[in-house]
């Protein structure tokens, strides 16, 4: 359903050249919608746009500079008429330094992409949206943006950011029928994790303990949950920070999530023990009539 409802819509997605954005573009793309794909990076860019078919765009900007903000957006109405959907990717990391051996650059520079970037892009797109009687703003937040992630400060301190500006937006634009939501994953197979748990900077296998799913998302996962709340199946969601983490933010037990150390093990929760006929917990009357498991 939400493929078909998304024919024919145009749609703008920043930081789109790889990663969870291009999955997201390429998804968007593939259920009928014309995409214009940003990236600081021209060249990853176009490359990234023409591999997803014809009738797309790309478009080079930095999304913390005004000005590249507001010719990327003319750009993209002048190419298509109308931006029904924003997705607000781009993002840079902060390094994963301790917050006293982080410098104030790095930090104002991960602030300035995220939070500024979601303001700037978000700001000069809203009033195409409204003119036409609304559209369809989704954020990229993170789990790193909902729980105390040590050694990632200006990165949590953005995506939370993004999160507040999230609820903001949608209360203070409904009334121009423009919704606006985010998406909050937990850690992704993108190349760029590959990489950091191939350099040993990343354990995967505490991240999946961790994860009640036990497992990490892949690209197009992230990519379903913003195609929904793109499409019109979505259409009385609006101010909402959607998890898509496998369970990380739900689970809180002194204990793994998932595996052989999870406390599902320690009880003796297995399979067999779970499928078992429930003939011990029938509904049965006691000795006044009344009933009891």
Not at 27 to 38: C, H, M, S, T
Not at 79 to 92: H, P, Q, R, Y
Not at 125 to 142: F, Q
Request: hydrophobic share 45%; proline share 4%; with cysteine.
């Amino acid at each position: 359903m939400t493929h078909s409802l998304l024919i024919g819509r145009t749609a703008l997605v920043t930081g789109a050249a790889n990663g969870i954005g291009f999955a997201i573009a390429r998804l968007l793309a593939e259920r009928g919608v014309r995409v214009a794909l940003n990236d600081v990076d021209l060249d990853a860019v176009q490359q990234a746009s023409a591999s997803i078919g014809p009738g797309h765009l790309s478009v080079q900007a930095d999304v913390s500079r005004e000005d590249e903000v507001g010719r990327m957006v003319k750009e993209t109405m002048t190419a298509f008429g109308k931006i029904d959907i924003l997705v607000n990717n781009a993002g840079v990391g902060d390094g994963a330094v301790p917050t006293l051996a982080q410098t104030l650059a790095v930090f104002e520079r991960t602030i300035a992409i995220h939070v500024n970037g979601t303001f700037l892009v978000s700001k000069a797109v809203a009033p195409h949206m409204a003119e036409r009687g609304g559209g369809a703003i989704v954020n990229l937040g993170s789990i790193a943006g909902q729980v105390g992630v040590p050694i990632r400060t200006a990165y949590s301190v953005a995506k939370a950011g993004i999160a507040m500006m999230t609820r903001v937006l949608a209360c203070e634009w409904a009334g121009y029928g423009i919704r606006v939501n985010a998406v909050a994953p937990g850690y992704v197979r993108t190349r760029l994790v590959d990489g950091l748990i191939a350099q040993g900077r990343l354990d995967a296998g505490r991240i999946q303990t961790r994860t009640p799913l036990g497992r990490m998302a892949e690209p197009q996962e992230i990519a379903r949950v913003v195609a929904f709340l793109a499409s019109d199946e979505a259409s009385y969601v609006t101010g909402a920070v959607v998890p898509v983490d496998g369970g990380y933010t739900a689970f809180g037990g002194p204990f793994d999530a998932s595996g052989e150390h999870s406390i599902y093990d320690r009880l003796g929760i297995t399979e067999s023990s779970v499928l078992s006929p429930l003939s011990e917990s029938v509904v049965q009357p006691d000795e006044a009539g009344r009933s009891r498991i």
